[in-house]
């Protein structure tokens, strides 16, 4: 019985939350503070009609739930505000959580935030948690990206919430002083902005392929041999088009990192930032991946449809008819069974990697990686699924680039252009493997850093 009671005097108390709101949001909001080891109170207008709760949970009048708790998050919409100048008494000291957010920007003159500031004098809020939704809340940072943006005028309150915040498994980022809280409500109405500059370049890369090929192809053929073949436009000329621009973007994910490579390299040291535009560029290279694996998709899909077009099907028709009509028959060309094999083999290959750099990349897979592994799939596995993709391009072109009648319009073929950014990039690779450079690039990201000799003479001086 004595070690019992020990027990139950060592054993710390519940920490009390209030909520007000039990819509999807406060819900998901609240079954993670349960699980986290909190008490909660729900404080609601009907305490015993306002629908499911989670189990372990208190619901009571916003008056009796706001002093019970020292912290309250407000889940409720801005236009409901009013209630709470009503318990500014019991409010008076307390930490009040706004987790709100509008339909669009600019609706009101202030911020949510600032306006229940105003309300309520005498209560410390604190902006938070408007950047999740109540699925995230309600699931965790599975995603491991899940970040709670914060900010307001008391120091003590903000460390309160990052507290919470921190148990219930994310990560918190201070946005400084109650003025931040306008940006921090527009976070959740931007629409896809970490995809906005790979959603442009593939936007202008495809714009200019299908353009260029246009021209080569369609118009070069109607306007020089009076031939009509603006159906390729549907498959053909797209099956040109996305394969160019996955190429492309693929390559482009893996530039960046040759490139701050070579900046370290030439500064002699890793702890010097780079240029803020290598710095964005690194940061969406997941999302330029993910969108050249989607046009690499469809780039299988297309080639599988081919055999069953109409063209495809008169044209196959007509050549065996003409060859039953002459009673004679094509011999078979070893050297063009062996291209189109490989074409095709690497091209499987090429694509079976850059499906297993995309599954490795979902937050589901990746969390299941250790660093190590993740890096390798990413990096060496990365550019292996590189010099495939474009091993594939150098096969479909053969020995085309030779032949005068490939150059329409004194303009080289579009796979000719696609293979510019990837051939670079993987020269460049090679370059940062040879035994002297990757030394001493590798003792550089180790720490190492290379002495400067102007800084030297200059010491030398000074003394």
Not at 55 to 72: D, I, K, N, R, W
Not at 134 to 157: F, K
Not at 339 to 347: E, F, L, Q, V
Request: hydrophobic content about 40%; glycine content about 6%.
């Amino acid at each position: 019985l004595f070690l019992h009671m020990r027990l139950h005097k060592s054993t710390p108390e519940q920490e009390t939350v209030c909520i007000f709101g039990t819509g999807d949001l406060g819900r998901s909001l609240g079954q993670r503070l349960l699980q986290s080891g909190y008490r909660l109170v729900y404080g609601s207008r009907r305490p015993h009609s306002c629908g499911p709760v989670p189990p372990g949970a208190q619901v009571m009048s916003h008056e009796v739930a706001a002093q019970s708790a020292s912290l309250v998050f407000v889940c409720v919409q801005r236009e409901h505000y009013d209630f709470l100048e009503t318990l500014a008494p019991q409010l008076n000291g307390k930490v009040l959580v706004d987790v709100s957010n509008n339909l669009k920007k600019n609706m009101y003159p202030e911020a949510n935030a600032e306006y229940l500031q105003k309300l309520i004098p005498g209560a410390h809020v604190v902006k938070a948690f408007n950047t999740l939704s109540a699925w995230a809340l309600q699931n965790g940072p599975s995603d491991a990206n899940r970040q709670v943006y914060l900010c307001g005028n008391n120091p003590e309150a903000k460390q309160a919430v990052a507290v919470i915040s921190t148990k219930l498994g994310f990560t918190v980022q201070d946005r400084g002083s109650l003025s931040a809280a306008r940006e921090l409500e527009d976070f959740p109405l931007q629409l896809f902005p970490e995809w906005r500059l790979p959603m442009r370049l593939t936007i202008g890369l495809t714009a200019f392929f299908f353009f260029y090929l246009l021209t080569r192809d369609v118009i070069y053929a109607y306007v020089d041999e009076g031939r009509d073949i603006s159906f390729r436009i549907m498959m053909s000329l797209a099956n040109k088009v996305f394969p160019s621009v996955s190429l492309i973007l693929l390559s482009l994910c893996y530039l960046p990192g040759v490139i701050a490579g070579f900046f370290q390299l030439y500064r002699g040291t890793k702890y010097k930032r780079f240029p803020d535009w290598l710095d964005r560029w690194m940061l969406c290279r997941k999302q330029l991946g993910l969108i050249a694996l989607a046009l690499a998709s469809l780039h299988v899909l297309y080639t599988l449809l081919i055999p069953i077009r109409y063209y495809v099907r008169f044209r196959l028709a007509g050549s065996t008819i003409s060859q039953i009509k002459s009673n004679k028959t094509s011999p078979f060309d070893t050297t063009m069974a062996w291209r189109t094999d490989s074409y095709y083999a690497i091209g499987a290959l090429g694509f079976g990697l850059y499906l297993l750099l995309g599954i490795s990349s979902l937050p589901s897979v990746s969390n299941a990686l250790s660093w190590r592994e993740f890096s390798f799939i990413q990096s060496k596995l990365g550019y292996l699924t590189l010099f495939f993709c474009t091993f594939h391009t150098y096969l479909y072109g053969w020995d085309r680039f030779l032949y005068i009648s490939q150059y329409k319009w004194y303009t080289p073929p579009g796979y000719m252009l696609c293979l510019v950014v990837p051939s670079l990039v993987l020269v460049l690779r090679l370059l940062l493997l040879l035994p002297c450079v990757d030394k001493s690039l590798s003792r550089i990201r180790q720490g190492w850093e290379r002495t400067d000799p102007e800084n030297d003479s200059k010491k030398s001086l000074l003394a």
